[in-house]
Nanobody, 112 residues
Framework: AQLVESGGDLVQPGGSLRLSCAAS????????MGWHRQAPGKQREFVAS???????NYADSVKGRFTISRDNAKNTMYLQMNSLKPEDTAVYYC???????WGQGTQVTVSS
């Protein structure tokens, strides 16, 4: 499956962004999907995931601030990010956890 992220931007601390991940192929609705991020000089890390049935899981660092969701009719996954902090600055990637496919990433920068 091909995955294309969008929505990354420069935002001030405390601000919000919504990332989108558009997927090609008819199997999207069956697959667990996830968001991961990689900050400069650090390893890529898990952020959140959502199953085909809508069950979600979050990294402790984003619980209560980020919300993952999906629209199977549109083959699209979202990440609503609120109360952003400078430490959230990273390239955000979406991943199909079944096929192992990654998107190309979208840059999120949190800075005043």
């Amino acid at each position: 499956a091909q995955l294309v992220e969008s929505g990354g931007d420069l935002v001030q601390p405390g601000g919000s962004l919504r990332l989108s991940c558009a997927a090609s192929g008819s199997l999207f609705k069956y697959n667990t999907m996830g968001w991961h991020r990689q900050a400069p000089g650090k390893q890529r890390e898990f952020v959140a995931s959502i199953t085909s049935g809508g069950s979600t899981n979050y990294a402790d660092s984003v619980k209560g601030r980020f919300t993952i969701s999906r629209d199977n009719a549109k083959n699209t996954m979202y990440l609503q990010m609120n109360s952003l902090k400078p430490e959230d600055t990273a390239v955000y990637y979406c991943k199909d956890h079944y096929s192992g496919s990654w998107g190309q990433g979208t840059q999120v920068t949190v800075s005043s």
